[in-house]
């Protein structure tokens, strides 16, 4: 029954949400439901103020059939998307914006991406595009705070540990070797079979990290990156000879027969 009532609640909103404040206005009050007892009156409450038509009908009809639980299950649900997927999205989001949009505006622009990707062979547009428009849009709601030698190479005989990845398809793998330009005590690894956060795709990054911060000034050996790398195809001995008595047999005419 929960069930049916998402699917329902879900094909009612783009019906009858159709202005941004009806949706902040829906949002907020579905948000609501979390910090609220668990109960029919309230989820009627809830649905009565937003719907109408024929997908109110049904939204009550389904909440006067479910169960006590499966009124709290409604309840419980909203208060995990709310968490996960709406403040723990934004949040997240906010975070990166406040660094990203210092430190990559206005030394890049919305312009200068389109001129660049316009000079690639391919086109990359329905790709990449949307994600850059909505990237310089999220970054007007910031404004600018420059700080004086915010992009100069930092000096620094700290012990530090800096891994890339060679499938990172978010940041440049060879950005975790930039980074360390200026740090004279710094350990540079790269993962060459890794994505976005190596950790996640190869343990012994973990393993690798946990030794440095365990002792910063022990010097690593390269035996995670060796993991890693992507091995030499094999090209048995007798190919070569292969290739050879096949290129002799294409070679010798043929006889023609009468």
């Given at each position: ?17 159709t202005s ?19 109960s ?112 100069e ?36 690894f ?8 190596a ?60």
């Amino acid at each position: 029954m929960p069930g049916l009532f998402d699917a329902e609640f879900s094909a009612a909103i783009p019906d009858t949400i159709t202005s941004p404040e009806a949706a902040r206005t829906v949002l907020e009050d579905y948000a609501s439901l979390r910090l609220s007892p668990p109960s029919r009156a309230r989820l009627t409450e809830f649905v009565a103020a937003h719907f109408d038509g024929p997908h109110l009908g049904r939204l009550l009809a389904l909440v006067q059939a479910m169960t006590e639980a499966e009124i709290a299950s409604i309840f419980g649900f909203a208060a995990e998307t709310v968490r996960a997927r709406t403040v723990g999205f934004q949040q997240d989001n906010i975070d990166i914006s406040l660094y990203a949009c210092q430190e990559d505006l206005p030394y890049n622009s919305l312009i200068g991406y389109k001129k660049t990707t316009a000079a690639q062979p391919y086109d990359v547009s329905s790709l990449f595009d949307p994600a850059a428009e909505n990237f310089h849009a999220i970054c007007e709601a910031f404004a600018p705070a420059p700080r004086e030698n915010w992009h100069e190479v930092v000096h620094s005989d700290i012990p530090t540990i800096s891994i890339g990845s060679g499938w990172d398809i978010q940041t440049a793998a060879s950005w975790a070797k930039e980074a360390t330009r200026g740090m004279s005590n710094a350990q540079h690894f790269f993962m060459a079979e890794a994505g976005h956060g190596a950790l996640v795709y190869a343990p012994c990054v973990g393993e690798l990290a946990v030794a440095f911060f365990n002792d910063p000034t022990r010097q690593l050996d390269s035996s995670c990156e060796e993991a890693t790398q992507v091995p030499a195809f094999h090209v048995a001995p007798w190919v070569d000879k292969a290739d050879a008595q096949d290129a002799e047999v294409e070679e010798t005419p043929t006889e023609e027969t009468e």
